[in-house]
């Protein structure tokens, strides 16, 4: 091992070239909307997906509400900081991108 200037320590050995192609051999990851979609529906599950989808179609002012009392719950916090970033895109392209991901992949509500 040697030192690089101000990094520390330099590891090198066989371990490394494994894991440097493992990082660049990997499958580029579909952008399109429907698997956007999909890859929510997948992490929140379908019910949870409705959710946000709700949540992003409301208008500004209870879009706001919403956030503010998801930020006063402690297991809300980070669901609020999330709508705070998707907010913070002032021209709302990227509410508009989820809201048509998630209609597109979310099957019709026959509730």
Request: aromatic share 2%.
């Amino acid at each position: 091992m040697r030192e690089a200037s101000g990094v520390g320590p330099v590891v090198r050995g066989p371990w490394l070239t494994g894991l440097r192609f493992s990082l660049v051999d990997t499958d580029p990851v579909d952008t399109s909307p429907e698997a956007l979609g999909e890859r929510i529906i997948g992490i929140l599950g379908p019910g949870a997906s409705r959710g946000l989808l709700d949540a992003l179609t409301r208008s500004d002012e209870d879009r706001a509400e919403l956030i503010a009392r998801l930020h006063l719950r402690a297991d809300g916090e980070w669901l609020a900081e999330l709508l705070m970033d998707i907010e913070s895109d002032s021209d709302g392209v990227v509410r508009l991108s989820l809201i048509g991901a998630l209609l597109e992949a979310l099957p019709p509500d026959t509730a």
